[in-house]
Nanobody, 124 residues
């Protein structure tokens, strides 16, 4: 499985960005999917999650500003709509998926998948 993020970039405070994460390969392995972020000098933190049944959860610091969604038909794609961005949202944003560890047609699933990250920079 490969996860590829896109949509990051520079934006002014108060602006919006929409991040995309596209999964490919053995996407049957993918279960819950998440957005994490990591700012310079800080630990990686969970931003938002969406299950295969479209249940969503958010970190308190993004509630009301960010919206996570998952492609209805292609469960391997998720998005993060980020509105009213703040300089504190500056970070590399990563897509992560939980794998089920199953074996499908002789192909073994892992338990964790990560994308390469996309940089979001919010200026004041």
């Amino acid at each position: 499985v490969q996860l590829v993020e896109s949509g990051g970039g520079p934006v002014q405070a108060g602006g919006s960005l929409k991040l995309s994460c596209v999964g490919s390969g053995d996407t049957i392995c993918l279960q819950d999917m998440h957005w994490y972020r990591q700012a310079p000098g800080k630990e990686r933190e969970l931003v938002a999650s969406v299950t295969r049944r479209d249940q969503k959860n958010y970190a308190d610091f993004v509630k009301g500003r960010f919206t996570v969604s998952r492609e209805f038909n292609r469960k391997a794609d998720i998005y993060l709509q980020m509105d009213n961005l703040e300089p504190e949202d500056t970070a590399v944003y990563y897509c992560h998926a939980d794998g089920d560890g199953g074996n499908y047609f002789g192909r073994q699933c892992a338990y964790n998948y990560w994308g390469q990250g996309t940089q979001v920079t919010v200026s004041s």
